[in-house]
């Protein structure tokens, strides 16, 4: 670069701590400025759910920052989903065949300690308290301040890592029309607390997602290293189904916990403190038509792709934006080319992800415990025996491997075809027509190239 290889990210979060280390550990100058302040010094204050699903993907990008041992010292294994029926004892619905493919429960404030580690140890350099006011794109200029202070600094290009409000995409929007658009979700979230057990222990199966499905609403709980659970409702803001706006206070709390999720009110002893306590979050999808101003500046993450949290994938993707923005910066001479081939492979795989995320939301709250769906998830196992190289489920493709989401999202569909075909009309699998659903797989499967887990 004849910039003499600078750059600018605005965010210190995982994404921009991930990225200064990526970039610093090339021999790249790195400056990254985040509004809040240090956490190690005064505590995380994301104000998001502290959970997170690690999965390939992200995993992929921890090794390539060498720092994938230290986060996993942390993570707890999840196996699979511990479906709660409304009647009926818990099921266990693995995500794979076996423990070489499961997923990590990770906490989102350790995890950005060890990313703003890594980048101080590479020698990124961090300012916290600091946060973006202006940006001169013209004269290649942005002014920052906090804590009493306020600075005009000069750019080469900026990377905004600074989440779904991103203040740097709102500045590029000043200057050019990115195209913005937010659906908001009509369904919120809050979050409880499962305290540890007697002695410190897990009160129930640590290594799963645990989730209680409920047709319009749902609750799920993710463990934690401290032995803690993170119990997220999810239901509609409003109407006359179970909604915040019908289930307002802590005392409506527990009549409505008592009645559809019984088995996980002795769990919660904070339940009608931890209610009144905690917001309602909301939830949208972020969509742009560019991520950048030619090679001035580029979004990354949630400030280009803000998804629903119901795959497990917004911090996956924004890892893999890290990867493919730093490989860019390194193959292309100049700004413009490396932020507009990031765009160019990024762009498609996030709207794909996007699109899923949506859809296994009505998968999780509603046909997870459903007969249907067992029967096709049980037939898509026997078809990938079958078919190694040809049918890949769905959450394996997403999860356990790194194929682009768009390819993930096309073969998905084709296989949710298969399946239906398969299984119509009938109960058991000892009714599939093999030689039928293998000639259907033959006929509209390739071969599948990735990288496996």
Not at 81 to 98: F, I, K, N, S, T
Not at 349 to 369: F, G, K, P, T
């Amino acid at each position: 670069m004849n910039t003499g290889r600078q750059i600018t990210i605005i965010g210190a979060g995982l994404a921009g701590a991930l990225l200064a280390t990526l970039l610093a550990q090339r021999g790249w100058r790195v400056e990254v400025f985040e509004r809040r302040g240090d956490p190690r010094l005064h505590g995380y204050a994301g104000g998001r759910s502290i959970n997170l699903a690690l999965a390939e993907r992200g995993l992929h990008a921890l090794r390539q920052a060498g720092t994938d041992d230290a986060v996993m010292r942390q993570a707890v294994m999840m196996r699979g989903r511990m479906v709660h029926p409304l009647d009926g004892q818990p099921e266990l619905q693995r995500y794979g065949r076996d423990d070489s493919e499961v997923i990590w429960s990770i906490n989102r404030g350790e995890l950005n300690i060890v990313l703003i580690e890594a980048a101080e140890a590479a020698g990124a350099t961090l300012h916290f308290d600091r946060r973006l006011e202006q940006v001169d794109f013209d004269r290649s200029t942005f002014v920052v301040k906090g804590d009493g202070h306020e600075e005009k600094r000069s750019f080469a290009a900026l990377v905004g890592a600074d989440g779904a409000g991103s203040t740097l995409r709102g500045q590029m929007a000043q200057v050019a029309d990115l195209g913005e658009r937010i659906d908001w979700l009509d369904h919120g979230y809050k979050e409880l607390e499962i305290p540890p057990g007697p002695g410190g222990s897990f009160r129930i199966e640590p290594n799963a997602l645990h989730i209680w499905p409920r047709g319009h609403y749902m609750c799920i709980a993710l463990p934690n290293d401290e032995r803690t659970f993170t119990v997220t409702l999810f239901m509609p803001h409003a109407g006359p189904h179970p909604s915040f706006e019908t289930v307002p206070d802590g005392d409506a709390a527990a009549d409505f916990f008592a009645s559809d999720f019984a088995d996980a009110v002795p769990l919660i002893p904070q339940l009608e403190a931890d209610y009144e306590r905690n917001p309602v979050g909301s939830l949208a999808t972020l969509t742009l038509d560019r991520w950048r101003i030619d090679g001035r500046a580029v979004l990354v993450g949630d400030a280009a792709h803000a998804m629903v949290p119901f795959h497990g994938q917004g911090m996956n993707c924004a890892f893999e934006d890290c990867v493919a923005l730093a490989d860019a910066l390194e193959s292309h001479d100049a700004f413009e080319a490396a932020f507009s081939a990031f765009e160019a492979e990024r762009m498609p795989n996030a709207a794909a992800i996007q699109h899923m995320a949506l859809e296994n939301y009505l998968e999780m709250r509603d046909r997870v415990d459903d007969a249907d769906y067992r029967l096709q998830r049980a037939l898509e196992l026997m078809l990938q025996d079958r078919h190694p190289h040809r049918f890949v489920p769905h959450y394996a493709m997403v999860s356990f491997m790194r194929i682009p989401y768009a390819v993930a999202l096309e073969r998905s569909e084709i296989q949710r075809g298969i399946l239906q075909r398969a299984t119509a009309g009938i109960e058991h699998l000892d009714a599939i027509d093999w030689a039928a659903v293998d000639a259907d797989v033959r006929s509209r499967l390739g071969l599948l190239e990735g990288t496996p887990a």
